[in-house]
């Protein structure tokens, strides 16, 4: 049983009527609401500016909307900022931007140093995300000199490493090569499997849509559909987003990697 | 794979990556004064240690000096300049002639018109003005010692992490009451971290600016508009983006310090104090 079988059903994560407008502009998130389910694998897709990283940093409290509320475990987000981060762990678009050691091994504990964890924790955690993600070898290594795919595996270590239930990867396979792709893809399914909830955005569905639960669409700024991948499938092209090859083939959705 | 910036920090076995941090920064202290105060005999010395410790520490010197030569500008420019500044009463060369030489001895590097522009500058501006011995050791002295810093800080940058710099100040803050040590700690060890950044996006706007024919640009001043506005904008970027992704992990004052270890003697420490007491002395009665 894993630890978060207890919570299944209730809702982890409550975004209520959620708006964030960017200035006076028409730019941002207008009036979202849904809920996220402990295990579920959601992929949220949609144009490049439909607010799927704005939607996403309200997740953990790095921007504060304009209106509305996100709930954690029915704690606001906005006055439980350190409890949100430690439950949502984010993983940014550009790899390199969210390194923040001089080292592998201190990249990945940066998280468990700021939750003020007890020294041999921090290295018990930091050594065990990184094997789990075959960077140990890596670890006295500058995150400088690893490739992209590398970069967003410690990514992930370094979210892994501070034990959250919901990890929300922001468009993870952009500037990858196909190699990395596979690789991150792979690091995906298997913290799925392990039991951590999914929330991914793309605008380039195919690599994920195999192993989704749920498919949430944005278009400028509004949810324009919340429901399992294959019942909207047939709609996605209608927001910019192309539909994946063996659907549009009339062919059973395969995995992307196989 | 990313580049590695000379400012970078870089993992190696060699004994200057092991040693306590608040051991190198005493040794760059007092290396400091030696520097600022060494004669030619001195800055020979201090030339082979640290060409020796950037040889150990894994640094292609070649490649270094490549990496440098916007650096070397700078130190042409002040070599110059105190050549010019320092006079004294000594042998005295009247510039027109200094130049003259140069144009017989470097005749095959350096263009034409160039001459003939200093030439022209040297007829009209500087014809009063005096070069002699010692404005030419002051201005090798200066700019040599210059050099040396900036060594000294590639040496200590690669083979230091930020965190171990915060444990280090934090610890050198401790007697002194009323400084918020965190703070100050967190702002230089962000300081360090920062650098090598600056020079990786210097690196790809110089990079993205040649690509468009930007070296063909004679406008000085446009050149340096061309290559400050978009390196100012990434790195600001870089530095937003920093700090959401340091709040995504819950970044705080109040941390545990796994960098502490950095603070822990390795063994060899007193080597490098006495390879800096011998400097110093070295400095004050030869």
């Known amino acids: 049983m894993s630890r978060f079988d207890d919570k299944i059903g209730k809702n982890i994560i409550e975004v209520k009527r959620l708006s964030h407008i960017y200035g006076s502009t028409d730019r941002g998130i207008k009036n979202i609401s849904f809920g996220v389910k402990p295990a579920e694998f959601i992929v949220v897709a949609g144009q490049n500016g439909s607010g799927k990283s704005t939607l996403f940093r309200h997740l953990n409290g790095l921007l504060s909307p304009t209106s509305g509320e996100v709930w954690i475990h029915g704690r606001t987000v906005s006055s439980n900022l350190e409890y949100a981060r430690q439950i949502v762990?984010?993983?940014?678009?550009?790899?390199?931007?969210?390194?923040?050691?001089?080292?592998?091994?201190?990249?990945?504990?940066?998280?468990?140093?700021?939750?003020?964890?007890?020294?041999?924790?921090?290295h018990k955690r930091t050594n065990n995300a990184l094997k789990e993600l075959g960077l140990l070898h890596l670890k006295e290594q500058n995150p400088a000199t690893l490739s992209g795919g590398e970069k967003r595996r410690l990514?992930?270590?370094?979210?892994?490493?501070?034990?959250?239930?919901?990890?929300?990867?922001?468009?993870?396979?952009?500037?990858?090569?196909?190699?990395?792709?596979?690789?991150?893809?792979?690091?995906?399914?298997?913290?799925?499997?392990?039991?951590?909830?999914?929330?991914?955005s793309t605008h380039d569905i195919e690599k994920v849509i195999f192993y989704a639960s749920r498919m949430i669409i944005i278009h400028q700024g509004r949810i324009v559909g919340d429901d399992k991948p294959e019942m909207l499938l047939k709609e996605v092209e209608n927001f910019g987003?192309?539909?994946?090859?063996?659907?549009?083939?009339?062919?059973?959705?395969?995995?992307?990697?196989? | 794979m990313g580049n590695l910036t000379p400012l970078s920090y870089r993992y190696d076995s060699f004994v200057l990556f092991q040693i306590d941090v608040r051991c190198k920064i005493i040794c760059i202290c007092f290396l400091s004064i030696v520097i600022a105060k060494a004669q030619f005999l001195q800055l020979y010395l201090i030339t082979a240690i640290f060409s020796w410790l950037l040889y150990r520490s894994g640094f292609n010197i070649r490649r270094l000096i490549r990496e440098l030569k916007y650096f070397f500008i700078i130190?042409?420019?002040?070599?110059?300049?105190?050549?010019?500044?320092?006079?004294s009463s000594h042998i005295s060369i009247p510039i027109f002639e200094f130049i003259n030489r140069l144009k017989y001895?470097?005749?095959?590097?350096?263009?034409?018109?160039l001459i003939g522009i200093l030439n022209y500058i040297n007829a009209n501006i500087l014809n009063h003005i005096p070069i002699d011995k010692d404005g030419l050791t002051d201005g090798c002295q200066v700019s040599w010692r210059f050099f040396l810093i900036v060594i000294m800080g590639?040496?200590?940058?690669?083979?230091?992490?930020?965190?171990?710099?915060k444990s280090a100040v934090m610890w050198f803050l401790k007697p002194f009451p009323f400084i918020p040590k965190n703070r100050v700690a967190v702002m230089v060890s962000l300081f360090v971290r920062f650098l090598p950044l600056l020079l990786e996006k210097a690196t790809e706007v110089s990079d993205?600016?040649?690509?468009?024919?930007?070296?063909?640009?004679?406008?000085?001043?446009?050149?340096?508009?061309?290559?400050?506005?978009?390196?100012i904008t990434k790195v600001?970027?870089?530095a937003d983006n920093l700090a959401i992704a340091m709040a995504s992990r819950c970044y705080n004052e109040n941390r545990t310090e796994i960098a502490e270890h950095s603070l822990l003697s390795s063994g060899y420490e007193i080597n490098f104090y006495l390879g800096t007491i011998v400097l110093v002395l070295i400095t004050l009665f030869l």
């Open chain 1, 241 to 258: 987003i192309r539909e994946p090859c063996s659907s549009k083939l009339g062919m059973n959705i395969i995995p992307w990697d196989k």
């Open chain 2, 105 to 113: 001895i470097e005749i095959d590097l350096v263009k034409i018109d």
């Open chain 1, 89 to 122: 762990g984010m993983i940014f678009q550009d790899a390199d931007c969210q390194i923040v050691g001089q080292t592998v091994f201190e990249d990945a504990a940066f998280g468990p140093e700021n939750l003020r964890l007890p020294i041999g924790e921090i």
């Open chain 2, 208 to 231: 993205a600016q040649k690509s468009r024919c930007f070296h063909l640009k004679k406008n000085p001043i446009k050149k340096i508009k061309n290559i400050t506005v978009p390196l």
């Open chain 2, 75 to 87: 130190l042409i420019f002040l070599f110059i300049v105190r050549t010019i500044t320092t006079s």
């Open chain 1, 155 to 200: 990514a992930i270590a370094g979210v892994l490493t501070m034990r959250p239930e919901v990890i929300v990867l922001d468009e993870p396979f952009s500037n990858l090569d196909y190699a990395g792709t596979r690789d991150l893809l792979s690091s995906i399914i298997w913290l799925h499997k392990a039991g951590h909830t999914i929330i991914l």
């Open chain 2, 154 to 165: 590639i040496l200590f940058s690669s083979s230091t992490t930020a965190p171990a710099i």
């Open chain 2, 236 to 238: 600001f970027n870089s």
